[in-house]
């Protein structure tokens, strides 16, 4: 193994430089670090504050701290000790800009994965493992450099959004909420296009759960090919022509590649069609026609009654950038954009970061559900991040019968952090506040040049 150059600052007697935060090796070994970190060729020529594992460290833990500035982060992350400095900012942020995308991303992929087994609530349909796919648009700082690489919504007549937006899609462990792949694009790109990047996370035995705008004839081979199982909503204009009816209300169908394939029934792909509508005019939906497609053919193995409800837990995905953009890295008066960074590189980096925090996050839930025989949706993410929070400080790592008795305690207390049952509720598609009627912020607004005279300079009086 390469020597890497050590870290002059000062470090405990576990030879620990932010040790406050140990308690995250309980699920990233710093093994992996060094490793994501020699195969990614980040390796210190020679001794020095900030070397690329304390920057490492330093990057996951902004996926704990969100609400802090870099510096601060450093802070908490380490003990305090007399005379100690803490590095400036801008040596932070150099450090960090240094460390890169790859290291970050590579460590990612090395760590996350499903964490549900047969006996997870929740997280199978009849042996398939349920995973969704979904994507979200995130903002951005109104920098240049992000305006440029990510783009913004338009918005016709009001003209541009009002920052740049950053879109990810990412595969979603229904069953934990593990969202174990993601992918970053512009905003300008759409999340079929993106879909492909995320085709080698999938693996037999996975039942992919897809909303209406995904489905396309080279998806749907793409996927399956892969020995995946499909189950997907799909526009009621799509033309779904009976071929076989089934006992259980649905039928069989052909989807086809181009309208003239379908003219000449060539190169059709078999599916199972499962329509339905809702009678409770409470519900959002209420007498739409809703459709699914399914490559489960047998209705009597897989009943379109089991197959309904098992699509509506793609929700579960729509609750992971719930809990990230809400609760684990909220907008807010010092912070206006859902992420901090004003460079792409910086964006890029930051989202892998928060996603592995989120792991981070949910594997102690898992844990914590798993000892007590619950289902991870019986605790509160909100109240297990912030507990996470509040006891890192305290966790005693100097030799290994106290740190697992530290371990032994928060997943104890986690455990106790329940959530309501589940209502049997409604959400609909209405919003609080409607647009204001203030002039738009437009790209000549952004960047004014500077003054030239004094404010009494340019007061003039009148008679």
């Not at 900012?89 to 991303?105: F, M």
Request: contains cysteine; charged residues 25%; proline residues 6%.
């Amino acid at each position: 193994m390469e020597q890497q150059g050590c870290c002059v600052l000062p470090a405990d007697e576990t030879g620990r430089v932010l040790d406050r935060l140990t308690a995250l090796e309980k699920v990233i070994s710093p093994t992996d670090i060094r490793q994501a970190l020699l195969e990614t060729g980040r390796v210190n020529p020679r001794a020095c504050k900030l070397t690329y594992e304390v920057m490492m460290w330093i990057v996951l833990g902004m996926g704990i701290f969100t609400d802090m500035p870099i510096r601060q982060v450093f802070k908490h992350s380490r003990r305090f000790r007399l005379g100690g400095k803490t590095p400036c900012r801008s040596a932070l942020c150099v450090a960090r800009q240094r460390l890169g995308i790859e290291p970050v991303k590579r460590l990612f992929e090395m760590t996350v994965r499903p964490l549900a087994n047969a006996d997870t609530p929740g997280a199978f349909y009849r042996g398939l493992r349920l995973v969704a796919v979904d994507g979200v648009v995130e903002d951005v700082p109104d920098t240049p450099q992000n305006d440029a690489h990510f783009g913004r919504a338009t918005s016709g007549k009001r003209g541009d959004g009002a920052f740049p937006q950053v879109r990810k899609l990412s595969l979603v462990e229904v069953g934990t909420h593990v969202e174990f792949a993601i992918c970053m694009a512009s905003y300008r790109t759409s999340e079929k296009a993106m879909f492909p990047k995320l085709l080698p996370h999938l693996h037999p035995g996975i039942l992919l759960l897809c909303d209406r705008g995904f489905f396309s004839y080279s998806l749907w081979k793409s996927v399956t090919s892969r020995g995946v199982h499909i189950l997907a909503r799909v526009t009621k204009s799509m033309i779904l022509k009976p071929i076989k009816r089934l006992s259980d209300g649905s039928y069989l169908a052909k989807v086809y590649p181009s309208v003239g394939d379908r003219r000449n029934d060539r190169h059709g792909i078999l599916v199972r069609v499962i329509k339905y509508t809702l009678d409770d005019p409470q519900r959002t939906g209420h007498q739409e026609v809703h459709t699914l497609i399914t490559d489960l053919l047998d209705e009597t193995e897989y009943p379109a009654c089991e197959l309904i409800p098992a699509y509506h837990w793609r929700w579960e995905h729509e609750g992971v950038f719930d809990e990230q953009k809400t609760h684990q890295d909220p907008t807010r008066a010092s912070k206006p954009t859902h992420l901090r960074s004003e460079t792409p590189e910086g964006v890029i980096q930051e989202m892998y970061a928060l996603s592995l925090a989120h792991f981070v996050i949910r594997s102690l839930m898992f844990q914590a559900a798993s000892r007590e025989h619950l289902d991870t949706d019986d605790l509160s993410f909100t109240g297990c991040f912030h507990i996470l929070k509040c006891r890192l400080p305290e966790c005693d790592s100097r030799t290994p019968q106290a740190f697992q008795a530290w371990y032994e305690a928060l997943l104890h207390e986690m455990a106790e952090e329940r959530t309501d049952p589940r209502r049997n509720r409604i959400n609909p598609r209405v919003i609080k506040r409607k647009m204001k009627k203030w002039l738009k912020k437009r790209p000549e607004h952004r960047h004014p040049a500077p003054l030239t005279k004094t404010f009494m300079e340019s007061v003039v009086m009148l008679n």
